[in-house]
Nanobody, 123 residues
């Protein structure tokens, strides 16, 4: 079992940037697929970005060109750099890992989840 802990959320003005971190402990997750999801108040959890076992990256259309996901296997950490934030990015952001290493945008395919970190963008 891998334990995931997110950090880096906070309050930022529209147009600003944040970098989220997802640190894993318990075992290495270099071979996992790792994804970021978010859930805004009253809405369903949605896929944001992901990286597979081979470091290929994937993005939702709503964040493409603004967000960048990266994986540091030496630190057992995945990052999500978020630029040009707007009020629609306000949500709790979760990281999740999938042991088989293949990308999926369906949250049901991920076995391990972090506790989430709040991102609030003020306009």
């Amino acid at each position: 079992q891998v334990l995931l802990v997110e950090s880096g959320g906070g309050l930022v003005q529209a147009g600003g940037s944040l970098r989220l971190s997802c640190a894993a402990s318990g075992r290495t997750f270099s071979g996992d697929a790792v994804a970021w999801f978010r859930q805004a108040l009253g809405k369903e959890r949605e896929f944001v970005s992901g990286v597979d076992w081979n470091s290929r990256t994937y993005y939702a259309d709503s964040v493409k060109g603004r967000f960048t996901v990266s994986k540091d296997n030496a630190k057992n950490t995945v990052y999500l750099k978020m630029n040009s934030l707007n009020s629609e990015d306000t949500a709790v952001y979760y990281c999740a890992s999938r042991v088989n290493g293949y990308y999926s945008s369906d949250p049901k395919d991920y076995e391990n989840w972090g506790q989430g970190t709040q991102v609030t963008v003020s306009s």
